[in-house]
T-cell receptor, first 114, second 111 residues
Framework: AQSVAQPEDQVNVAEGNPLTVKCTYS??????LFWYVQYPNRGLQFLLK??????LVKGSYGFEAEFNKSQTSFHLKKPSALVSDSALYFC????????????FGSGTKLNVKP | SQTIHQWPATLVQPVGSPLSLECTVE??????LYWYRQAAGRGLQLLFY??????ISSEVPQNLSASRPQDRQFILSSKKLLLSDSGFYLC??????????FGQGTRLTVV
């Protein structure tokens, strides 16, 4: 079965500091991995994806993620956090055997304090 | 460009009343369509997905049903709402290669 796990319910970071939101995956074969952000009472916004190629993927709003096959991880990172980055973040995997399904992690709430 | 519309944004319905939430996609053809439910602002539960007109796959047995009467229209329904149906409902679409794109969601409160 395809799945992703987000081990942290909440991450707190000071504005200007680097941030990391963790995600690990369990898939058969090579994964299609995604990160999304959700602001209160809104839909999910796509940030970035890994399909193939470079392990470091750059996305929207200065976010990037590093695909690590040996550790089965796809952590979301940003060099300098903004207060406006405070939101709920989801990692997701697309089922390569059933391209119709996306599986989402439980979400990590990021709090960036001034 | 592709857009997805979901309405209404908020809905308050009494227990036992029917439900109809609608989602439409523009700018693409034959998309995969999805309904998710998000409880308490956290994880997403896949309810239904559809790969074509009239083709519906249900992920979780429940009080809800879905229909796809047109290529870019996806409807979530219930004949009689339960209190436990309250939540934030999200529609999404994708094609065979891309990420999923989400609507803005419907906040359903069953009272």
């Amino acid at each position: 079965a395809q799945s992703v796990a987000q081990p942290e319910d909440q991450v707190n970071v000071a504005e200007g500091n680097p941030l990391t939101v963790k995600c690990t995956y369990s898939v058969s074969g090579n994964p299609y991995l995604f990160w999304y952000v959700q602001y209160p009472n809104r839909g999910l916004q796509f940030l970035l994806k890994y399909i193939t190629g470079d392990n470091l993927v750059k996305g929207s709003y200065g976010f990037e993620a590093e695909f690590n096959k040996s550790q089965t991880s796809f952590h979301l990172k940003k060099p300098s956090a903004l207060v406006s980055d405070s939101a709920l973040y989801f990692c997701a995997v697309r089922d390569r055997y059933n391209f119709n399904k996306f599986y989402f992690g439980s979400g990590t709430k990021l709090n960036v304090k001034p | 460009s592709q857009t997805i519309h979901q309405w209404p944004a908020t809905l308050v319905q009494p227990v036992g009343s029917p439900l109809s939430l609608e989602c439409t996609v523009e700018g693409t053809s034959n998309p995969n369509l999805y309904w998710y439910r998000q409880a308490a602002g956290r994880g997403l539960q896949l309810l239904f997905y559809s790969v074509g007109i009239g083709q519906i796959s249900s992920e979780v047995p429940q009080n809800l049903s879905a229909s796809r009467p047109q290529d870019r229209q996806f409807i979530l329904s219930s004949k009689k709402l339960l209190l436990s149906d309250s939540g934030f409902y999200l529609c999404a679409w994708s094609d065979s290669l891309t990420e999923a794109f989400f609507g803005q969601g419907t906040r359903l409160t069953v009272v």
